[in-house]
Antibody
Framework: EVQLLESGGGLVQPGGSLRLSCVASGFTFSSYAMSWVRQAPGKGLEWASG????????YYADSVKGRFTISRDNSKNTLYLQMNSLRAEDTAVFFC???????????WGQGTMVTVSS | QSVLTQPPSVSGAPGQRVTISCTGS?????????VHWYQQLPGTAPKLLIFGNSNRPSGVPNRFSGSKSATAASLAITGLQAEDEAGYYCQSYDSSLSGYVFGTGTMVTVL
């Protein structure tokens, strides 16, 4: 079964850091680009960051550029998101998503909640 | 800040047809980038509904259809059912932002 499982969310103070993980199973992980998509409480979806299958290419939304770092370990079938200098407005559910060959997100994880508050 | 605009809500009676618009610009839909649609049931992760403007993944009922023209796209749901009550989002790529963009989202209510 194709599956994505996120972990690492939690409560963090403004200015703090957190690292999210997403473990993939059921497909050849290294063959596909991956992304992190977030959703603030009661709000819509926002693409945050993406990475190519090899990990050589990384991409960020302006809202997280310079603060978040996406990476992957293809030997462990795992995607990461290192989040630094967190702000209250980063509070959201973070989903990892697999990109299909046509750049649609065809597989999603269940999400992990990140709360930035003092 | 979404660059793809959708109506906040649409509603219809069971069995009716509803459409959801997704309006973009020359840097995304108008530049020829594909539009994809997702359904999000309350409290769950989004699910891919339409990819490549008009294609349905395996398992998606043919009640759902997508189309694209110029700088806009639309999702149609025919034969509306109670289980279709959910949030719907369009998505594309934006060359000015060099990243993926989602629509503002539309809540479908079955009366």
């Amino acid at each position: 079964e194709v599956q994505l499982l996120e972990s690492g969310g939690g409560l963090v103070q403004p200015g703090g850091s957190l690292r999210l993980s997403c473990v993939a199973s059921g497909f050849t992980f290294s063959s596909y680009a991956m992304s992190w998509v977030r959703q603030a409480p009661g709000k819509g979806l926002e693409w945050a960051s993406g990475i190519s299958g090899s990990g050589a290419g990384t991409y960020y939304a302006d809202s997280v550029k310079g603060r978040f770092t996406i990476s992957r370990d293809n030997s462990k079938n795992t995607l990461y998101l290192q989040m630094n200098s967190l702000r209250a407005e980063d509070t959201a559910v973070f989903f990892c998503a697999k990109a299909s060959s046509g750049n649609a997100f065809d597989i999603w994880g269940q999400g992990t909640m990140v709360t930035v508050s003092s | 800040q979404s660059v793809l605009t959708q109506p906040p809500s649409v509603s219809g009676a069971p069995g009716q047809r509803v459409t959801i618009s997704c309006t973009g610009s020359r840097s995304n839909i108008g530049a020829g980038f594909d539009v994809h649609w997702y359904q999000q049931l309350p409290g769950t992760a989004p699910k891919l509904l339409i990819f490549g403007n008009s294609n349905r993944p395996s398992g998606v009922p043919n009640r759902f259809s997508g189309s694209k023209s110029a700088t806009a796209a639309s999702l149609a749901i025919t034969g509306l059912q109670a289980e279709d009550e959910a949030g719907y989002y369009c998505q594309s790529y934006d060359s000015s932002l060099s990243g993926y963009v989602f629509g503002t989202g539309t809540m479908v209510t079955v009366l």
